[in-house]
Every structure is written in structure tokens, then in C-alpha cells.
């Protein structure tokens, strides 16, 4: 049986913790997303490490995430392009995507994603649309998306280095820029 450690807020709910520490338990191999998972979060939530623990990273599709079948997509555009892809919620660091915004008016920003946030972050996100260099695409169907990441020069990844959550991901949108040519960039505060 293998084992895919894959979502911290997945394993910290009480109903999944009880279900899926006895298969952590008798599983023939872990296979972990991240190094944190691995290493640093099997030990302080379940109180012990396995001994067949491995990283195994989360990949890309190259079939769907082929620069050859997207670059006719491609749209002319005034300003580089920023681009950040994913659901928008307690993760990522807004304030940081609104000071560069501010701080980089000379490139346009993109942020793709359903939104799931509180009322704070919900006024960070207003204000971050508001920029007159900043717009929220919303969410885009992940057989289309390639499309609109083709687009982009950079590709960001700007997790809440205060969210725990943030120490164990590994972030597939990396993988996936990385295909279509992009440069990613991991950015903490």
C-alpha cells in the first residue's frame, strides 16, 4: 500500500486524522509532496516518523502543459506580465502582491483563482484589484488555463511565510510555469 501525503489541512481535521492515521500506519511506503510533510510535519502532528517516508514532488501534465500547443495563444501586450495561478485564500500573501503592484507599475499583474477568504483578506483583495496594474481573471477551468499562463513572463508564487501551512507546500503551479516557459518565483515576506 502506498501512501500519499499530500494536503496538511486535510490531515488536521479531526475526522480525516482518525481515518488516516491507521492506513500512515500500516502503508508499505509514504510518498510526501513537500520536504516539510516528510520531515517536519509527520512528527509533530501524528508524534512519530516513519521509517519508508519519501519526497516524492507534485509534477505537471506535459500534455496539457506543452508550450507548443499553447503558443498560439499568445496575445501582444503593452507591459511584462506577472502572473499568479491558484485558489486565493489564507495562503497567499495579498499584502505582498499589493506592495509589489504598487512598487512595480511598469508590469501588469494576473491573478487567476476562486476566492476564499475572510473579511480582512477580503478588503486586502479589494484593494488589490483596485490597482489600475492588477486584474483578478477569477477562476479558469484547468483545461484552459495553460492559455492564459502562456501569456505571462513571470509566474508567482507568494505564499504567507506566517501560515504554517505555507512551510509544506509544494507548490504545482511552479512545475507547471516551468513548462510553459515561465520563470516562477517564490516570494515570502
Known sequence: MVYLLRDPSILQDNVNYNRELPILKRTNIVLGISENLCSYYIEKYYGFTPANVHLWPNTVDLGLWD???WKD?????AKPLVGLAGNINYVIDIELLIYLAE???EY??????????NKSQEHEMKRLSELHNVKHLGFIEYDKFPGIVINWDIGLVAANPGHEYA?????????QYMALGKKPL???A
Do not use: H, M, S, V
Open 103 to 105: 512598487r512595480l507599475p
Open 73 to 77: 495563444f499568445i496575445r501582444p501586450k
Open 67 to 69: 508550450y507548443k500547443r
Open 108 to 117: 501588469d499583474f494576473e491573478i487567476a483563482g476562486k476566492l476564499d477568504l
Open 167 to 175: 512551510l509544506y507546500l509544494n507548490n504545482n503551479k511552479q512545475y
Open 186 to 188: 517564490l516570494l515570502t
